[in-house]
């Protein structure tokens, strides 16, 4: 997925200090707008940035990760909308 001109996104990979076998992972996503200086006609975007995180736990029951929200398919679908 490509961001549009004028947006940027970062997606860091952590693993928070945990003793357990398997550490948990939280993933953020920055979604930053900038406006390019181009003009189309339209008013520019307001320069916005936020972060969207997700950390995923060890479900030893299951074996496997497991997310502690649905964050990311709500940005999936605003991105479907956006794009």
């Not at 970062?10 to 181009?38: H, L, M, N, R, W």
């Not at 969207?52 to 502690?68: C, E, G, L, M, P």
Request: proline letters at 7%; glycine letters at 4%; charged letters at 30%.
């Amino acid at each position: 997925m490509s961001a549009p001109s004028g947006a940027r996104r970062t997606c860091p990979f952590q693993t928070p200090g945990d003793e357990k076998a398997y550490a948990a992972i939280k993933v953020t996503v920055t979604d930053a707008t900038a406006p390019s200086g181009e003009s189309c006609g339209e008013p520019a975007p307001e320069a916005v940035s936020h972060d969207i995180s997700v950390t995923y736990h060890w479900d030893k029951a299951k074996s496997r990760y497991a997310k502690d929200s649905d964050t990311f398919e709500k940005l999936s679908a605003e991105n479907a909308k956006r794009f």
